[in-house]
């Protein structure tokens, strides 16, 4: 029992590689234990890689892990090293139950060290000894110890099995080929092991060179990965240094804007006091003769009234004020007015060009949006017809107006089962596939998606993976009353517009471009989206409460 105990120590705290006992032993991250040199330079053969995995468990780790000294494992190595030297040296040479006892050793029998294929018989190192000097055992083919010796004894005739019959693919003695086997197809064991052996050959050779070739690839996706990141960095440090520029370039027109208005200000400040000055002066000069006149007109000598009359009753031209009444008391209102339209339109030129560098997009060429209809009439040039499928609806979809409106409805309606149905989502897909150029428009109440989706989106399970938007085979536009949401494999962008009740899709398929507008007296883009549609697309409904309704409008 104390051997076997040992003997399990020894295999739980030895190296899996060199398969002695642990030396300055190191746990890796997924919890195996080796040498401290032992993974270093196994991970120093995978450098070339940056990819580092466990010999065992083949989990791997990037980057290469830092390594620490486990002073647990290390204190039981040093415990296990005593017990080893406190057993009896002899134990060791005795046969335990999972060994290989030698065969000719009488009493206690000691373990095996080697097994003889000739005489089908293991030798401890004692007996062993007579393979080595005499002449007579220099043909006898030696093996690790081994307890399956008899598994090449003929049941029958007690003969060692050395002819392999190809007809009846099995091992036999030289007494079967003379009866049972009598005329078979045989050859001998060794010339079967030399073929097989050239068979292994080929099939290493094979594993080596797919293990060249699969090396490669790894190293070029990871050339790949270095060529992604490196991208990425130039293209967030330049646009970084752009969007700098642009601030800039906005703060210095802010600048000169303030400049031009403060001037503009004291100028026309300066005007006003000017004439200021001299109506105030005019004012004086007025109550002054007034107040002469006002005298005269009191004087009972009318000759001296008659006297001064003529000279007192004229008056100086008035100052010029008209320009200040004319004006209206609005001075900088085209600059706030012309300012607004400014901000206006670079709101409108972020919305439309920012779809082609936000991370939703995921084809890399830019999109040229000036191919895309711009008027309503352009659009109309591509309406389709679009009916909604009884089959995948919702069993609390009511469909009416042929098929072309879903309302939400409280009270499931009487659609037989499908396994096209959509099963726990209130959502519904169109009968016609949509390739090429499309156009529709959706007229909507209150909470809805309006969305385009491959034909093979799950729709049977319960998980969000069925909602058009939260996947990799649909998008979608979020519409609840008063926010705009586009929705891609669970990433939202939001969309901002004015408020309508009306949306329009228009769909390049072979162009990868998707764009949904709100329709009024004129087309104002929600939102656009870029990438490669794989295979054809059919329109979508989604509703939020039971009252919702979409319909999809006849154009034609």
């Keep these: ?131 080595f000097e005499s002449p007579a055992f220099e043909k006898h083919k030696l093996t690790d110890p081994s307890k399956k010796l008899q598994e090449n004894i003929c049941s029958s005739h007690d003969e060692v099995m050395k002819i392999f019959c190809r007809t009846d693919r099995q091992f036999i003695c030289y007494l079967c080929l003379m009866e049972d086997h009598k005329g078979h197809d045989t050859v001998s064991a060794a010339a079967v092991r030399t073929e097989s052996q050239k068979k292994i050959e080929v099939s290493r050779r094979n594993i080596q060179q797919r293990i060249g070739d699969r090396e490669e690839d790894v190293k070029l996706l990871q050339q790949e990965v270095e060529a992604i990141n490196q991208s990425a960095d130039e293209a967030v440090d330049h646009c970084e240094k752009t969007l700098i520029e642009v601030i800039r370039l906005v703060e210095k027109r802010h600048s000169d804007a303030m400049k031009q208005v403060r001037s503009q200000q004291a100028t026309e400040v300066s005007r006003v006091r000017e004439l200021q000055e001299k109506l105030e002066e005019e004012i004086t000069e007025l109550k002054r003769k007034d107040a002469e006149l006002e005298k005269l007109s009191n004087t009972e000598d009318h000759n001296r009234f008659l006297q001064d009359y003529p000279t007192l009753s004229q008056l100086n031209e008035p100052t010029n004020s008209s320009s200040s009444s004319e004006r209206p008391l609005r001075f900088f209102e085209d600059v706030t007015a012309a300012v607004t339209d400014l901000r206006d339109k670079l709101q409108d030129v972020l919305e439309e060009k920012w779809t082609n560098i936000s991370p939703s997009v995921t084809d890399m060429d830019v999109f040229q949006s000036e191919s895309e209809p711009k008027t309503r009439a352009e659009f109309l040039k591509y309406s389709c017809d679009i009916s ?169």
């Design 1 to 131: 029992m104390a051997q076997k105990k040992v003997r399990l120590e020894r295999e739980v705290i030895s190296c899996p590689i060199c398969l002695d006992l642990l030396k300055d032993p190191v746990t890796v991250p997924c919890g195996h234990s080796y040498c401290m040199n032992c993974i270093k330079t196994h991970w120093d053969r995978e450098d070339e890689r940056r990819i580092y995995s466990c010999p065992q468990c083949r989990k791997t780790f990037t980057p290469r892990p830092d390594l620490g000294k486990n002073t647990m494992l290390a204190d039981l190595v040093e415990e296990l090293k005593k017990t080893r030297l406190q057993a009896s040296p002899a134990d060791h040479c005795y046969a335990g139950p999972e060994d290989v006892a030698c065969d000719v050793c009488t009493g206690r029998k000691r373990k095996a060290s080697k097994s003889c294929l000739q005489c089908l018989i293991s030798y401890c190192e004692k007996h062993l000894q007579p393979h």
């Design 388 to 556: 909604l499928h009884p089959n995948t609806a919702h069993k609390c979809l009511f469909l009416s107006k042929r098929n072309r409106k879903a309302t939400l409805m409280f009270k499931k309606q009487s659609y037989p089962n499908h396994p096209d149905r959509f099963i726990d989502y209130w959502q519904v897909m169109s009968r016609e596939s949509l390739t090429g150029q499309c156009y529709w428009e959706v007229k909507w109440r209150g909470g809805v998606y309006v969305a385009v989706a491959y034909k093979d989106i799950c729709r049977g399970e319960s998980s969000t993976d069925c909602v058009f938007g939260h996947n990799d085979k649909s998008w979608a536009l979020d519409c609840d009353n008063s926010t705009f949401n586009f929705w891609y494999n669970k990433v939202s962008t939001h969309a901002s517009g004015p408020l309508s009740s009306r949306f329009g899709v228009y769909l390049d398929h072979s162009a990868g471009v998707l764009s949904f507008y709100n329709v009024t007296d004129t087309m104002t883009l929600l939102h656009r989206f870029k990438t490669k549609f794989t295979q054809p697309l059919y329109a979508g409904l989604g509703f939020y409460y039971p009252g919702d309704s979409a319909e999809i409008c006849k154009l034609k």
